[in-house]
């Protein structure tokens, strides 16, 4: 498995770190109401078996936070963007 | 017993003896029967378990021998034996730190010590001894608590200096520049169990007391009214049930979606690795943790080895290159002997990983439908007790005391599990 990092270009996988699914999203408040918004953020996943769009670390490059969007039964990777606002970091 | 017979002459399933050994070998061994049968699934069970793994094959056989319930189908999507029952490195141990899982554990050591006799089948349980090497101050302070954890809970457990870890393994690299080995913790009861064989006496065993196994049978639905289950649609058409358990560690996540359950799991790949045959070098089984490097030796020969996990979400059953050349450097590492050897096979495994890297074994919300999984890399050991507690929670609706902490709600209640204290990071665990 390769990664084309917008900024270096192709590189290799142990060039990278791993963070996790891209889609969840950081609840704005901490009102004790929106607690199971939180656990769901923080523990459960859709974990689907195919298209899985995630976070990626140049962590061994250029330190750019990446989304990839990568099939989980082939590891075939369809998109790579910024994971920022689409600029170059 | 009687009962157990009866059943055992109707379906033709022979006991295991020396005599009835010796009969079939004068015999030129043509008298063996099938150690299951093939049967058609029924309109309707009191029990549907879905999964025909090493957990779900226990779970019948517990169902069967413990509560009396024999009213029982395993709908299997492949054959028996296909999935992490027979991809697994056979590992049998008990050496946990925290008490949601010690007291667990140790159950399942004790039933692998029992197991034979209990199904009458030989799983190659050998106790040959887990030993996990460390290589600083730290590190051995890590273990020593972990031992002392494991006394306290009546788990057998020994610190050794060097020179005892180089009385069983006189071979590793004891002054690598980076990972001198310091010493180690024993579990001697620890070992390992031939895996299929598993999976086929849990599987002959539940049989023969009346349990319906239907193989390359997939469940594609579940059919649910006014919040209770009430059967699973397969391949082989509807199959009504009183109870439905799931029990189907690596693809979790999709068969619960089905049921329109949303779990705290990623799938990933495991890999491991097994070499050419040679003569007996290692005995024990034994872990280098820093080096992510694990390593036995099978009754053929071959030593058997593995490392972490690749780290990503994956339904692919195989790895990637950088986790094989991270295997082989800490192969290297810890015992450079094993860079003689070739590389025969190596294959990957999925798995359940949960957000604190413990199991689930719980009620679901919905009525009549029972969940088992998130068993990360290690769900071999945990077979017996596993199929021991889901069976009694099938039965009874109420969690066993043994599996009391492996609930689903335990990550909304901030009552995690996390041996590693790794956070909700389920690639770290």
């Known amino acids: 498995m390769r990664i084309n990092c917008p900024y270096c270009g192709e590189r290799a996988l142990e060039e990278f770190t791993y963070r996790g699914d891209a889609t969840v999203t950081r609840p704005d408040s901490l009102d004790a109401a929106s607690e199971p918004a939180w656990v769901d953020y923080v523990y459960f996943r859709d974990n689907p078996a195919g298209r899985h769009r995630e976070h990626w670390h140049h962590s061994a490059g250029c330190h750019a936070w990446l989304v990839v969007t990568r099939d989980t039964r082939t590891h075939e990777i369809v998109a790579v963007e910024f994971a920022g606002k689409g600029k170059l970091p | 017993m009687s009962i157990e017979r009866d059943v055992a002459a109707q379906y033709g399933v022979m006991r295991y003896s020396l ?20 049967p058609e699934p029924k309109p309707a069970y009191d029990v549907v378990i879905v999964g025909g793994g090493g957990h779900g094959l226990a779970t019948a056989h517990y169902l069967a021998k413990e509560h009396g319930i024999t009213n029982v189908a395993v709908v299997e999507k492949s054959y028996i034996g296909s999935g992490n029952v027979g991809r697994n490195t056979t590992i049998v141990r008990s050496n946990y730190l925290l008490p949601g899982n010690l007291p667990f ?4 050591m004790k039933l692998w010590e029992g197991l034979e006799q209990d199904l009458n089948y030989n799983a190659m349980v050998s106790q040959r ?10 590190q051995r302070d890590a273990y020593a608590r972990r031992g002392n954890a494991m006394r306290l809970h009546g788990v057998d457990a020994e610190l050794l200096d060097r020179e005892q870890v180089r009385a069983l393994v006189p071979f590793v690299d004891f002054d690598n520049a980076r990972f001198p080995i310091r010493g180690g913790l024993l579990q001697k009861r620890g070992g390992t169990v031939r895996h299929d064989a598993v999976a086929w006496g849990f599987a002959r065993s539940a049989d023969s007391r009346g349990v319906d196994i239907i193989q390359n049978c997939a469940a594609i639905g579940f059919r649910i009214e006014n919040g209770r289950v009430l059967g699973v649609e397969t391949e082989k058409g509807f199959i009504g049930a009183k109870k439905v358990a799931l029990s189907v560690a690596g693809n979790s996540t999709r068969v619960a979606a089905m049921a329109g359950l949303r779990l705290p799991i990623e799938s990933h790949a495991v890999q491991a690795f097994v070499t050419e045959g040679v003569k007996p070098v290692i005995d024990v089984v034994m872990t280098f943790g ?6 036995s030796q099978s009754d053929k020969g071959g030593l058997v080895f593995g490392g972490d996990i690749e780290g990503y979400n994956s339904y692919a059953q195989r790895g990637n290159l950088p986790v094989i050349e991270d295997v082989a450097e800490g192969g290297m590492a810890l015992m450079p002997v094993i860079g003689r050897l070739r590389i025969l096979r190596s294959w990957g ?15 679901t919300p919905v ?15 945990a077979t017996p007790a596993s199929g021991w507690c889901f069976a009694h929670l099938i039965a009874n609706s109420a969690p066993h005391p043994l599996a009391a902490a492996y609930r689903l709600d335990r990550f909304a209640r901030g009552a995690v599990i996390d041996e590693k204290g790794m956070g909700a990071q389920p690639n770290l665990h």
């Open chain 2, 19 to 38: 005599g009835s050994l010796l009969v079939n070998a004068v015999t030129g061994n043509r008298h063996w029967k099938p150690i299951w049968r093939e």
């Open chain 2, 105 to 108: 554990y140790e159950h399942s």
């Open chain 2, 367 to 381: 009525e009549g439908l029972y969940l088992n999984a998130g068993w990360c890399y290690g769900g071999f050991k």
């Open chain 2, 290 to 295: 820093a080096g992510h490097f694990y390593v």
């Open chain 2, 129 to 138: 001894g887990v030993l996990n090497v460390f290589h600083s101050d730290p």
């Open chain 2, 349 to 363: 495994g999925l798995l359940d990983m949960t957000m604190d890297g413990s199991p689930i074994i719980d009620l």
